[in-house]
């Protein structure tokens, strides 16, 4: 593969450019930075935008030129944000520090409240048993995305890698709810978590918005992830025809930017 063709660098978040809910360690927001410079760049992940603020962009200059080569897609890709100088409407949503909101896909309240119910049904229904600490909330409400954690979203990550290692708890989860909700679409992220988007509105619908937007066709992007494995939340990625490379983690991640480099 052909680095030097891609345009722009997408990248996963947990697993990928850091540890699970865990900021870019100092050597990887260097490389970040370097990359900014020179290609776009887009993160796409499971968490809300506060928790991009908070793993991702905190350890980032806050420089405008640095800024509109980035383009962030929390919640698995429901939604976009661009920087403001980007071209994004100024009636569309604003967050802190200029960034705007370009599109967001929504699930109805009347949905989401019954998505709710479908997993707390599903996690009966598996007879697992819930560990009785809980760190943070279990089922949150994203409003474009319903995430379950088993062990609540702020567990230590320790916690997390030893809950669920080989995924069949959570595997058996989503086959449930696959056939309680099949007008949506159930995934696995993280190490805990299982999550439910519109149908169809996945990483790869993220993507393909991106192109849109960018104009850049796929054959010029480059995915890189740690779930790009069949029934992996970064596969869809992959089945959509972008080129994709499946990282160990963080380290194996650092290799491949500055290759790009």
Known sequence: MNYQEK???IFDLDGTLADSKSPLDNDMADLIIELLKKRKVAVISGGMFIQFEKQFLSNLPASTELLKNLFLLPTTGTRMYAWKDRGIEKNSAELSAGWHEGYSENISPEDRKNIIKCIEEAWVETGFIL???VFGERVEDRESQITFSALGQQAPLELKKAWDPDKSKRQAIVNILKDKI???DVSMGGLTSVDVTIK???K???VNKLRDFLNIPLERMLFI???VVPNGNDYSVKEDGVDC???SGKEQTKEI???LL
């Open 7 to 9: 345009e722009l660098i």
């Open 131 to 133: 560990p009785e600490h």
């Open 182 to 184: 099949p007008l949506f």
């Open 200 to 202: 169809g509105v996945n």
């Open 204 to 206: 790869a619908y993220g």
């Open 225 to 227: 992830g740690d779930e």
């Open 245 to 247: 490379v499946n990282v």
């Open 257 to 259: 930017i500055k290759e």
